[in-house]
């Protein structure tokens, strides 16, 4: 059964029904589907994925490295970093191989150094690089000057960012193609392979659409995220024994929790707020709900803030996300929050953080840059005034 209908584009004078492209024929191959996402990669819904790795800076295509050619290499900002496979899934054994390719050139990377990231780039990004003056450092935050998200490290923190997503396999994974299919156990086994790294596997569709005028509708769809594979840690602590060249062993197996939260540990969330700076910000908060009586309690893209009820019932606060936050309005009116609370509550946050949505249920938005001691006083001030109205009920 289609999991999609086909769009219709409306205009003011007409009604489009564009037709579907067939991924592989004509000039619509592997290889014009790399040159799309390297001169366009926001079609790739990567903030639904895994938003610490946004925004994509492309760092281009056929990247060479010890097992072949990344097909699109992308940095962010902050110096995460992302591999992206591009497959046209009519070849039955390509759709065998390529979750181990991509996972082999993963395993490439991480024995780079900061410096054969810069060299890779230099040499396949073109005109742009052949200036002495070029970093790879000045490139990343240049792109990421046009979508608003540059600024946030200096160079030496942005070096340090990404050679430490180079030497721990910190890497966003996409295989890219217009009808994945996956055999979600053989992911795993190749997953459990490479237990040294730490990445985040997901499988991308596109349906691009054909316009007039040479124009292209691409709609992506993310169909499988795979992270955190339960992997058994085995300790083993040898004992000298009380007899010469005797040794005693000790094994203990510690299984993942099942229930653990699916996304970032709380020791991975710091450790990418500290590099773009807004670690601070995040502990004040959490200072300053655990005088007010609110706890923490870690997400999948970093924590909520909640208030525990008289009935014992949590009544959510805040999300708090790398670079930003969002209220979680919606969940508070169960608990009989009224709206005119929530809607105070908003708006204080707005006054503080312009760049939050209008939506009405679960606004969202970025700290602002610099956003200073002042803004998070502020911050507490309008969740203090939230938690004290709450209490009054």
């Not at 996409?174 to 040294?196: F, N």
């Not at 691009?208 to 992997?231: E, F, W």
């Not at 606060?317 to 309005?329: A, D, F, M, R, T």
């Not at 204080?348 to 249920?361: D, F, G, H, Q």
């Amino acid at each position: 059964m289609r999991q999609h209908g086909s769009p219709v584009v409306i205009t003011d004078k007409d009604v489009i029904k564009p037709d579907l492209v067939s991924l592989g024929e004509g000039d619509y191959d592997e290889r014009w589907l790399q040159d799309l996402l390297c001169e366009h990669p926001d079609v790739l819904p990567i903030y639904e994925i895994e938003p610490t790795f946004a925004p994509l800076v492309s760092l281009g295509t056929e990247i060479g490295c010890a097992p072949g050619s990344i097909d699109n290499l992308f940095i962010s900002p902050s110096g995460a970093l992302t591999i992206v496979e591009t497959k046209l899934w009519r070849n039955p054994e390509a759709r065998r191989q390529v979750v181990a390719q991509i996972i082999d050139y993963a395993q490439a990377l991480s024995h780079w150094s900061y410096e054969d990231l810069e060299s890779a780039a230099m040499s396949r990004i073109g005109d742009e690089a052949k200036n002495q003056d070029w970093s790879l450092y000045a490139w990343a935050q240049s792109l990421g000057a046009k979508k608003g998200t540059a600024g946030a490290i200096d160079e030496k923190q942005f070096v340090d960012s990404a050679s430490k997503h180079l030497a721990e396999g910190r890497f966003l994974l996409l295989i890219v193609g217009d009808g994945i299919r996956t055999d979600v156990e053989s992911m795993v086994d190749y997953l459990q392979a490479t237990p040294q790294l730490h990445f985040t596997l997901a499988l991308v569709e596109l349906a691009i659409y054909r316009l007039p005028d040479r124009q292209h509708l691409v709609v992506p769809r993310t169909t499988a995220r795979i992270k955190d594979i339960p992997r058994a840690t085995v300790q083993v602590e040898v004992r000298k024994g009380a007899e010469p060249d005797k040794f005693a062993v000790d094994v203990r197996v510690e299984i993942p929790d099942d229930n653990a939260a699916d996304g970032l540990t709380d020791q991975e969330f710091r450790s990418i707020c500290v590099e773009q700076g807004t670690w601070s910000i995040h502990e004040r908060l959490r200072e300053a709900a655990q005088r007010m009586g609110a706890d923490r309690r870690l997400t999948a893209q970093g924590y909520s803030l909640y208030l525990r009820s008289p009935d014992g019932d949590d009544i959510p606060l805040l999300w708090g996300k790398v670079n930003g936050l969002q209220l979680p309005l919606w969940r508070m009116w169960p608990h009989n929050v009224p709206t005119d609370l929530t809607g105070d509550y908003r708006e204080r946050v707005k006054a503080i953080i312009p760049s939050l949505t209008e939506a009405a249920n679960e606004p969202s938005g970025e700290f602002p840059q610099p956003f200073d001691e002042t803004d998070v006083d502020a911050l507490i001030e309008a969740l203090q005034h939230l938690v004290e109205q709450i209490r009054l009920m």
